[in-house]
């Protein structure tokens, strides 16, 4: 069947502006998490939804940053006044209810210039 | 707070060469653990997984057994193939039984040369 999808795969911004990331997660999985990658680095935790809610948001690193997944199936990762320091690799992972095996999502490579 | 340090690399092997990556965890409770994929152009897939103490995980060849002791979950295959280049990294979760976040180390990239 269909993995966890993301869109765009790439995304390129100028500092300030806004944006906005996508997850459409596996059919049937309740919950759904956000993960960022810098470079040379592993993916770091930022928020975890169960069903439609955000049952941990405790990684997002500031206000700018705010996710949404109004009917507990695609989410969406915003990110106010973008600055360079945010460019990395955004990653999307879905689970079943047991919440066992996280399956994840290719991301999408944002640069802020 | 919950860490995982794993070894630095690129790691060279030859083929059929004998694998271990190594991989400690700093965390409060009884974490699951967890070993992740990232062959080149691909997503980050699941490669194996233990949820307890003394758990041996195991996958395409590659073992890794949870050791309370030392704390930590190494990463083993007897003989590697050129097919397993790619990056690796160890994982706990931040509860038990993965139901949370996934904390990360910062991946071991394995280079096989045939």
């Known amino acids: 069947g269909a993995g966890v999808s993301q869109t765009p795969s790439n995304k390129v911004t100028e500092k300030g502006k806004y944006v906005e990331l996508r997850c459409d997660p596996i059919?049937?999985?309740?919950?759904l998490y956000w993960y960022r990658q810098s470079l040379g680095q592993g993916p770091e935790f930022l928020i975890y939804?169960?069903?439609?809610?955000?049952?941990?948001d405790s990684g997002l690193p500031n206000d700018r940053f705010f996710a949404v997944r109004p009917e507990g199936s695609v989410s969406t990762l915003k990110i106010q006044r973008t600055e360079r320091g945010d460019s990395a690799v955004y990653l999307c992972?879905?689970?079943?209810?047991?919440?066992?095996?996280?399956?994840f999502g290719p991301g999408t490579r944002l640069l802020v210039l | 707070g919950n860490s995982v340090t794993q070894m630095e690399g690129p790691v060279t092997l030859s083929e059929e060469a004998f694998l271990t990556i190594n991989c400690t965890y700093t965390?409060?409770?009884?974490?699951?653990l967890f070993w992740y994929v990232q062959y080149p152009g691909e997503g980050l897939q699941l490669l194996l997984k233990a949820t307890k103490a003394d758990d041996k995980g195991s996958n395409k060849g590659f073992e890794a057994t949870y050791r309370k002791e030392t704390t930590s979950f190494h990463l083993e295959k007897g003989s590697v193939q050129v097919s397993d280049s790619a990056v690796y990294f160890c994982a706990l979760s931040r509860s038990g039984g993965g139901a949370d976040g996934l904390t990360f180390g910062k991946g071991t990239h394995l280079i096989i040369q045939p």
């Open positions: 992972a879905s689970s079943t209810r047991d919440r066992e095996t996280q399956y």
């Open positions: 939804f169960q069903g439609t809610g955000a049952a941990d």
């Open positions: 965390a409060t409770g009884y974490p699951s």
């Open positions: 059919s049937g999985h309740t919950a």
